[in-house]
């Protein structure tokens, strides 16, 4: 009522002065209303962006001796109109979180392995003569066991120089399985001392015909090349294993005969008189595994005939007229045996 009189009796006090005092009540109603809005708003952020959203320099900004490290710009303009320069920071190479368990794949290495050097013409692994007995029993998966770097099918090569000798031997084989067993028993050892990249191949005859062991011996060396690109072939009968590593299982110039003196003969040499590369009568000892001749084994009554015309028959017969039927192959631990049909003799 006391407002109201002045006003309506034309009273000298201006109206404006309380419309004055009104609106310096709003205004600092609607101050206190901004600061706790701001308060609120600043207590969910980083607090160091506070100069930054109120215009004032920090020392993170462009300082003499600062790096900016603020991660979003700010949206308030300073007093120049721009916004304050914000860098942004690199983003994270994807990777995996703090505390999980992944793992990231091991990277190969990318150096390569240096080319192996070629194995020397004498092995430096041979010990020379040799002990040589069968009465013991012989059990070849302990033989396998015994020459763990012989793979399937009796191969092996020399894992510290490269060999070049790949020699592919061939035993004509029929119904001597003792007889083998010493055979990989004493020359698996001897052929990987005397490191030669090498291949067993057991040429087994089936039936019970005639056995023609020459026939075998050409089989072996077409069956062995489907194998390994062979540069060598030696022939080895079942039952007769050298007393000497010396004595080498590989080729020369000219054709070698290997079992030069066996204790058969009294360790004399035989043949004498042939042009053939021979070792001496000591490296060329071996024992002969004793046996009585097998049926259908019979010495060929015509043998030396036939080899005093080879000249003449050599273009027409052996591997140029060679026929036979592969019936079983088997990759044992320590030999391939193959199986054939020989057919009848000619």
Partial sequence: MRFREPLLGG???????????????????????????????????????????????????????????????????????APPPVPS???????????????????????ERPPLPACPEESPLLVGPMMIEFYVTVDLDRVAQQNPEVKVGGRHTPKDCVSPHKVAIIIPFRNRQEHLKYWLYYLHPVLQRQQLDYGIYVINQDGDSMFNRAKLLNIGFQEALKDYDYNCFVFSDVDLIPMDDRNIYRCYSQPRHISVAMDKFGFRLVFKGMSISRP??????CRMIRHSRDKKNEPNPQRFDRIAH????????????????????????????????????S
């Fill in 11 to 81: 009273s000298a006090a201006m109206p404006g002065a309380s419309l004055q005092r009104a609106c310096r009540l709003l205004v600092a109603v609607c101050a206190l209303h901004l600061g706790v809005t701001l308060v609120y708003y600043l207590s969910g952020r980083d607090l160091n962006r506070l100069p930054q959203l109120i215009g004032v320099p920090s020392p993170l900004q462009g300082g003499s001796g600062g790096a900016a490290s603020l991660g979003q710009s700010s949206g308030v303009l300073r007093s120049g109109g």
């Fill in 89 to 111: 920071e690199p983003r994270p190479e994807p990777g995996p979180e703090p505390g999980s368990n992944w793992t990231a794949p091991p990277v190969p290495p990318t150096t």
């Fill in 280 to 285: 001496n009568a000591v490296i060329g000892k």
């Fill in 310 to 345: 080879t000249k003449e028959t050599m273009l027409l017969d052996g591997l140029n007229s060679l026929t036979y039927k592969v019936l079983d192959v088997e990759r044992n631990p320590l030999y391939t045996k193959i199986t054939v049909d020989v057919g009848k003799p």
